[in-house]
């Protein structure tokens, strides 16, 4: 039902788009350092109202820095965070009107559920009477109701997590911010969590900024995804474009799985290239206005769901075909991922949706076989 | 199989238990001896706990030992929690490892030379000796030990915990009166205890920088002896192990029945 309300607002929120649009929280040219450490370099980026926006990245590219500067737990070295048209640099996290729901979830072990999620609230100086209207409204909206009493040590991983998510909702803050929100629990409770948390965000219509690495997790959430590595933003689009669309092998690689083949540009032009690609040994056509001059050094990325894999030449000589040979095959249920070993000596995968209950497999190991994909495939990408 | 404890083990046990606890055990039985002469039995009585309390002049040394002990432990458990504190939190500010070091030397620093030092401190400057400098003393030598104690708790404190508390809107003082104090609290008062019994028994440092008017209870008793032992300081003494018996006792007591609701919550938690 729910999904039913929030797809008609998901398919036309697109305020990036509109340039009289205002970002919300607004990073202009923010650096960070520790020592000799730059965690933020030089990053400049606009979150709008009511997005729910994702910060994704290995280990150590700022990302988390990057969100504790919005909390206040960290100052830019230089440049300005601005919240609202507020310049936030300079006020405490205990003045800031965001919240942040910590990946261990710092849950205060020596308070009941309660008293968590009303702790808040008496920081404010709320009066007693609004305090338990509001921590119970919030106790509901989590469905912990029964559990008010307990103590966080007497709560499951999925409780627990509920609960640090009902504490940092309940001052309604401009922003809520969510560092690894759901690293700590198990793999289906994750993907269950993810879409409540989509879900929540739109009926509260708040702003939400989610810190993570896991890049499931990040589309599966966020209306935008900004990538980054060691200090930058590489790419902020969404979900689909990052995948569909990576500006970078950086991107490329590290959102889903890849093939990429190195080759030089034989030819550029409006709505079409061509790549001689060392990888496959055969010019790659791809339909894609690439910015870059005939002999550049280029890669050709493709998925390997995009990839088909048949045992005879395909008949339409318009898609682009190399032929190789069954190397190895991975098998994982719902598909198989097939390694085709080409004569240049690359590797190729190419994934095949089980749509059938076969356990004989049409094609395997040594087999010879064609792969091919169309000139909207995949794309060349010049860095 | 089961396995019992090996004759090695019953024998240790028991010499190590009867090296500790046999002194203690006598002069507890002396203090009911009859005679006047502490090594010779001569029937059970009760004679020199009532003449102890009416010694006014050892019940004023006990007065004034508690008083001092209560101010010790109370100002170092301030000071040596702040240290803690400043030790675990600030990282590497400059400094930092000559103020541990500082923080630490009394707790390898002999008590004749913390004694003698202080005693020339206190001459030096003039401030009248008595009841204030042995609280002084008490607390610059029982600081430290309060700080090794309340830092161990602090290691393992989440840190994210105050951020939370901050991010929430408490102000750095809130945020540590409500959150990290009651945290750190068994911390705080094992250092509040062990400062109270150290300043408690305290003859050394207390020699040196008390002055007329402030005899502690150790003091009192060592000059005593020195004229000779009378059962009435062995009365004196059971009744302090008495007193110390059943702090020590209430407060396991305390700490275990936690521990036990503690184990059943959780085991609640987790069949759901």
Redesign the interface.
Known sequence: MAAKAIGPVRRSFAPWNDPNAKPFIEFRNVTKTFGDFTAVDDLSLGIYEREFFALLGPSGCGKTTLMRMV???EEPTRGHVLLDGQDLVGI????RP???M???Y?????MSVWENIA??LK??GMPKADIVARVDEMLTLVKLEQFAK??P????GGQRQRVALA??LA?KPKVLLLDEPLGALDKKLREETQFELTDLQMRLGMTFLIVTHDQEEAMTVADRIAVMDRGKIIQIATPAEIYEQPNSRYVADFIGDINLLEGRLSSVGAGGAKLECVGTGATVDVAQDVSARVGDQAWFAIRPEKVTISLTPPADPNVNAVSGEVWDIGYLGDVSIYHVRLATGATVKSTITNTTRLVERPITWEDKVWLSWTRDGGVVLTR | MRRGPSWFNVTSITLGFAFLYIPIIILVIYSFNESKLVTVWAGFSTKWYVSMLSNQSLLDAAWVTVRIALLTATLATILGTLAALTLVRYGRFHGRTLFSGMVYAPLVMPDVITGLSLLLLFVAIGFDRGFWTVVIAHVTFTMCFVTVVVQSRLVTFDMSLEEAALDLGATPAKTFFAVTLPLILPGVVAGWMLAFTLSLDDLVIASFTTGPGATTLPMKIYSQVRLGVTPEINAVCTVLIAIVTTGVLIASIVTKRREVERQRAERLAIQG
């Open positions: 909390a206040g737990f405490p996290p205990y003045r965001t919240n942040m910590f990946q261990s710092a849950l205060f072990p020596h702790f808040g920081q404010d307990r103590k040590h007497q709560l499951s504490r940092s001052k």
